[in-house]
């Protein structure tokens, strides 16, 4: 008999929510767990009473028989239980080996055993088959590897349960394997893992058994095999909504060119020609790193351009600031939302403003009327939900967020004549993805040229035209969507 | 058409109006800072009178223009500082510069025997110089602010006392300076309002208008929020960060100079480490150190309230060895309320 955590009518209350409502299931060692939900179903915060940050109103966690009381982190690190979270909770400047045996380094009467530390940590890399030094320091270590760090540690301490809570979000695809690789590892030592991951495909490449809830309440428990994505999502979302891409209402007819781009070169991408036209969605695929963003940046004037030519609408043009693209209709939803995109503790009206305050002002002085409508209208357009227009950002969820961010873009009082949506999609449920799917479709249908960035090969493929391929700061290839298969536009990516 | 609009009228059961004005009121900081002011007169205008006799009054007119004309001084420090902090921004050089302003007046008038409005313009174009210095050092070599103007706020009354070496009678780069014309600005009155008072009145109102009623005071909190993101929705955060500096050393400058005309009096230090007291009015009054959020109101209250316990402790006839520390108490009790209310606040958001 293995060992297992399980939750026991779990509910957890916060003012105005009920974020977990008498939720129970088990997890199983040599299993993993896969937890599945919109955002807001309470994933979250099952995770967080698991590792002790939360208390529960009511109900138990168990481990093994034993009943679990902690009152804080340092409770549940002790009893076994690890959960890696997306923002990684290490010391940055400190060496991966410090990291992993953070809080017991062996030593003699205090002084720390640099020998035996070095040497322990080398071994846990040897056994996971890593690229890394003991000594390096975390920051110096890209993303990937930083969260490697993360699993020794959890691994080191000898947990009986590791859970990740949406482990790929910022792994290229060759370093998703790696992670798969040792979840696996971990799988066959015997630990009890959980995985939160909003990507079908993982579920399905690494969970053996999948735990739907929504709304805080638990909807079901299946053995991941015997689904199929419908099934999951159906759960998920309560409703069927069927297949997404198919029901897509797409637009097709192109009008004038918007935007020539040729030999663009920055610091980050070379040679990047393409051309765009009213209507008409170009994907931008490829890895991490590989130079999507940049052109994107680039192209919005956010970074500095080395040499070649743009052209807008017919007219040259060189972009050295945002300003200069604003001001011809370029609109820029940024990768990362919460840094780039939005002022996460001003209001939803602030946020939608932001870009057309000189249309809102007379004399200086803001037309509060003006400003008020303006959001209202973004509101009601991309069905925000909030109660009122001055609701802080931060207090939304991932995909009213990027509503708020589409819908400063789209407004009356900004034309919009070619939109780049860099990750739309990152870190939101299936039911607003596939709105924001049709979105995109819908401003196309306006005239609006699109670029549409994404890390998700399925939802690249399937929503853009035609699919520009990015490799090593180049285009690799432009694929069009009837031709695109993940398979060629993987291989694009990752020619040498 | 016309059907159409009005469907869509007749559905909309919510306006997503925003909270009425009065109960947002209520929710800054400037309202408890009120209800602590409000106390305190209360208090005030009974204590003394049982304490020390019945010519101790505190209710009266003369009283809070006495606040104000206490307050003026570190209250353009106050504004200064205060947009700076909402934007993210931050300059603790601004006593020093207050400072600065004033020896160059004094040197001005009595050392070199220029006319006193030549003293004024080059006092203020000093303060401005010294506030584009900052700007440059952290908008072009991307220092961080506090270390720049920590800097500077050394090295600026260096330079007052080297203006001053000459000066006959200095002790510790102290200048009596005498102006016919200065004097009568530093110490006119219309009723019990003298001139520092309603200066510092009227640039509150006027500085705090623009904060919350302008494009531009939008673009601070924006900037203040999410410079990156303000950057990316075409807001030139660079020019504003120069507008804000030179701005704050400018306010700094008239603050020294406001300060020397009314006592007579001008010196290296005399308002080394009054920035900080601005700045605490400033952070009292609901202005995050984060940026991006408070305001010119709630600073304002804060100040009013730091000023008012001291005049009120004074009336009280309390001894200033006591005062200093009783209002160093209130201070952090005040402090301590709004970090409990903000924490509780916060915890409420993550859900």
């Known amino acids: 008999m293995g060992q297992f955590l399980e939750f026991r009518n779990i509910s957890k209350s916060f003012p105005g929510v009920k974020a977990l409502d008498d939720v129970s299931f088990r997890a199983e060692s040599g299993r993993i767990l896969a937890l599945l939900g919109e955002n807001g179903a309470g994933k979250s915060t099952l995770l967080k009473i698991m590792s002790g940050d939360y208390i529960p109103d009511e109900g138990s966690v168990v481990l093994n028989d034993e009943v679990m009381n902690f009152v804080s982190p340092h409770d549940a690190i002790v009893k076994g239980i690890s959960v890696i979270y997306q923002e990684r909770q290490l010391m940055m400047a400190l060496s991966v080996m410090e990291n992993v045996f953070a809080g017991d380094l062996p030593n003699h009467n205090g002084v720390v055993d640099k020998a035996k530390l070095k040497a322990e940590t080398k071994a846990l890399i040897d056994k996971f088959g890593l690229a890394i030094q003991p000594e390096t320091p975390v920051m110096l270590l890209p993303v990937a590897h930083q969260q490697m760090v993360e699993i020794m540690k959890a691994y080191r301490r000898n947990s009986k349960v590791i859970a990740f809570d949406e482990p790929t979000a910022p792994l290229t695809d060759t370093e998703i394997t790696v992670l798969f690789d040792l979840i696996r590892q971990l799988k066959e030592d015997g630990k009890i893992v959980i995985y939160v991951s909003h990507r079908m495909k993982e579920i399905y490449d690494i969970t053996d058994d999948v735990i739907v809830l929504k709304d805080g309440k638990f909807v079901s428990n299946m053995v991941t095999q015997d689904t199929v994505e419908g099934d999951l999502i159906k759960a998920m979302v309560g409703r069927d909504i069927g297949d997404t891409y198919a029901n897509l209402d797409r637009n097709d007819t192109y009008g004038d060119v918007v935007l020539e781009v040729k030999n663009l070169t920055t610091n980050a991408i070379s040679d990047v020609s393409f051309t765009l036209r009213q209507g008409e969605v170009l994907g931008f695929a490829g890895l991490v790193g590989s130079g999507r963003t940049e052109v994107a940046r680039a192209i919005f004037g956010a970074d500095p351009i080395i040499s070649g030519a743009l052209k807008f609408e017919g007219e040259d043009f060189l972009p050295k600031t945002p300003k200069d693209a604003i001001d011809k209709g370029i609109a820029l939803c940024p990768e990362d939302r919460k840094e780039q995109g939005l002022v996460l503790h001003r209001s939803i009206e602030d946020n939608v403003c932001m870009p057309v305050l000189d249309k809102l002002a007379k004399f200086f002085f803001l037309n509060v009327k003006k400003c008020h409508k303006l959001t209202v209208d973004a509101i009601k357009k991309y069905d925000i939900k909030t109660p009122t227009v001055d609701k802080m950002v931060v207090e939304l969820s991932g995909g009213n967020q990027q509503k708020v961010i589409l819908g400063r873009w789209t407004s009356e009082a900004f034309n919009s004549k070619l939109i780049i949506l860099d990750e739309p999609t990152k870190g939101i449920d299936v039911k607003t993805k596939a709105e924001i799917y049709q979105m995109v479709c819908d401003f196309a249908k306006q005239g609006m040229a699109v670029i549409f960035i994404s890390s998700e090969l399925t939802e690249v493929i399937n929503v853009a035209d035609s699919i520009a391929v990015m490799n090593n700061g180049r285009i690799a290839g432009v694929v069009d969507r009837k031709d695109a298969t993940e398979e060629s536009v993987l291989a694009l990516a990752m020619l040498h | ?351």
């Open chain 2, 1 to 351: 058409m016309g059907k159409v609009s009005g469907n869509l009228t007749a559905s909309s059961t919510n306006n997503y109006a925003k909270v009425h004005p009065l109960k947002r009121a209520m929710r800054t900081k400037a309202f408890p800072l009120l209800v602590l002011f409000a106390l305190m007169v209360i208090f005030f205008s009974i204590f003394p009178q049982i304490h020390v006799g019945p010519h101790a009054i505190f209710l009266r007119a003369r009283t809070f223009w006495r606040i104000l004309e206490a307050l003026s001084v570190t209250g353009l420090l106050t504004i200064g500082a205060g947009m700076l902090i909402v934007s993210g921004g931050i300059d603790l050089s601004n006593g020093s510069v207050g400072s600065l302003a004033g020896v160059i007046l004094a040197t001005g008038v009595s050392a070199n025997g220029w006319p006193w409005w030549v003293a004024v313009i080059v006092a203020v174009l000093a303060s401005g110089i010294v506030g584009f210095l900052n700007a440059v050092i952290i908008n072009e070599l991307k220092l961080p602010a506090f270390v720049v103007t920590l800097a500077m706020a050394a090295a600026i009354p260096a330079v007052s006392l080297f203006m001053s070496r000459n000066e006959i009678g200095t002790f510790m780069g102290q200048i009596n300076f005498r102006n016919s014309t200065l004097e009568a600005i530093g110490r006119h009155r219309i009723g019990e309002a003298n001139t520092a008072a309603l200066v510092v009145l009227a640039l509150f109102v006027i500085y705090g208008v623009i904060l919350a009623r302008t494009k531009f005071g939008r673009t601070l909190y924006l900037m203040g929020g999410n410079r990156a993101a303000a950057r990316l929705v075409g807001i030139n955060e660079k020019r504003i960060s120069y507008f804000l500096y030179i701005n704050c050393a400018v306010l700094a400058g008239l603050a020294g100079l406001l300060n020397a005309t009314r006592v007579g009096l001008a010196g290296a230090q005399v308002l080394v480490g009054e920035q900080f007291t601005g700045i605490t009015a400033a952070i009292l009054g609901g202005i995050s150190f984060g940026g991006g959020s408070g305001g010119l109101g709630g600073a304002f209250m804060g100040i009013v309230v730091i000023r008012t316990f001291a005049q009120g402790t004074a009336i009280s006839g309390a001894s200033p060895y006591l005062t200093a520390p009783a209002s160093g108490a209130l201070l952090l009790l005040a402090l301590a309320f709004d970090y409990f209310n903000t924490s509780r606040t916060n915890k409420r958001l993550t859900v």
